[in-house]
């Protein structure tokens, strides 16, 4: 059975931190590309941030300099270190993995940055 589950999420005012982890099984994680996308109420999912199998790393402009993806093959772990967090950047966060036949989504965890 496949298992994508985030954690990590809360409540953290502005400027602050967070680290969100999104444990997976149930799947060979070393060939899956691993990303991180957030929907905000009544706007379209975006995508945030992606990590390929080989570790290279993509990020969507309003978070480069600011969030870093990660991968930890060994524990099928995929991160998301998010700084100098913005009200702007609450959301619910997905974990997505991708692969060569088979994709799979998180249920998703939420992310609230107060004024």
């Known amino acids: 059975e496949v298992q994508v589950v985030e954690s990590g999420g809360g409540l953290v005012p502005r400027g602050g931190s967070l680290r969100l982890s999104c444990a997976t099984s149930?799947?060979?994680?070393?060939?899956?590309?691993m990303g991180w996308f957030r929907q905000a109420p009544e706007r379209p999912r975006e995508g945030v941030a992606a990590?390929?199998?080989?570790?290279?790393?993509y990020y969507t402009d309003s978070v480069k300099g600011r969030f870093t993806i990660s991968r930890d093959d060994a524990k099928d772990t995929v991160y998301l270190q998010m700084d100098s967090l913005k009200p702007d950047d609450t959301a619910v966060y997905y974990c997505?993995?991708?692969?060569?036949?088979?994709?799979?989504w998180g249920q998703g965890t939420q992310v609230t940055v107060s004024s």
């Open positions: 990590i390929t199998t080989n570790g290279t790393t």
């Open positions: 149930g799947f060979t994680f070393g060939a899956y590309g």
């Open positions: 997505y993995a991708h692969g060569p036949f088979s994709s799979y």
